[in-house]
């Protein structure tokens, strides 16, 4: 599987919104890119994903390069429940369960 | 939608003793995974069934875990004999189609010691 590379860690004012990297350079023109995010003592939950064009749902935006080497996960207005580890992984078509997940990205958001 | 149930919560053992950890999909999800989730790392995948069938188990330890998922619904992973290295939170998925918007139990945390 293609890797993805996330900052270790970012913070954030609550409110204000947040954009979240990941670099996947090594991306095949099949891969999707998911995005989940693991509260504290609970197991990761689905954010969003794409393939090419950017995504919008209740939760977040997910915003694609068009060279597809790297994408933004937005939280358009952060609150303290957005405290999480954000991860980003690349899978063939839909099969995200078979991904290698990185360590992620540490989202701090203060009040 | 009721979510993924797993059991127990929380497990302490000492080393050399045996495991076992349940996991109840979302009804109707036929694909099922386990993952091993060590302290400050990302999830790493150790098996995914489709139904009642292994689909990828090159990353299970084959040597002491086993996992099963009879009649296709409910999975059990069993670790035998545990090592101190296998303190980590266990984690269940599933979902309706291999790996579309999967959801993730909350986990078992072992300790062994």
């Known amino acids: 599987d293609a890797k993805t590379t996330q900052p270790n860690s970012m913070e954030s004012n609550e409110e204000e919104p947040v954009h979240l990297p990941c670099n996947h350079s090594?991306?095949?023109?099949?891969?999707?890119i998911h995005w989940y995010r693991q509260l504290p003592s609970q197991g990761p939950e689905y954010v969003i994903h794409g393939l090419t064009s950017n995504v919008n749902n209740r939760m977040a935006s997910l915003a694609i390069a068009e060279d597809r080497k790297s994408s933004t996960l937005i939280l358009h207005r952060a609150t303290l429940r957005d405290a999480a580890v954000y991860y980003c992984?690349?899978?063939?078509?839909?099969?995200?369960?078979?991904?290698?997940f990185g360590d992620g990205t540490t989202l701090t958001v203060k009040p | 939608e009721a979510g993924v149930a797993q059991s127990p919560r929380y497990k302490i053992i000492e080393k050399r003793q045996s495991v076992a950890f349940w996991c109840n999909p979302i009804s109707g999800h036929a694909t099922l995974y386990w993952y091993q989730q060590i302290l400050g790392q990302g999830p790493k995948l150790l098996i995914q069934?489709?139904?009642?069938?292994?689909?990828?188990d090159s990353q299970l330890p084959k040597d002491r875990f086993s996992a099963e998922r009879l009649k296709g619904v409910d999975s059990t992973l069993k670790i035998q004999p545990a090592k101190l290295e296998d303190s980590a939170v266990y984690l269940c998925a599933s979902s309706s189609q291999p790996g579309y918007g999967y959801t993730f139990g909350s986990g078992t945390r072992l300790t062994v010691v």
């Open positions: 992984i690349l899978s063939r078509w839909a099969n995200a369960g078979k991904s290698t």
């Open positions: 090594t991306i095949s023109g099949t891969d999707y």
């Open positions: 069934f489709q139904n009642n069938g292994v689909v990828d």
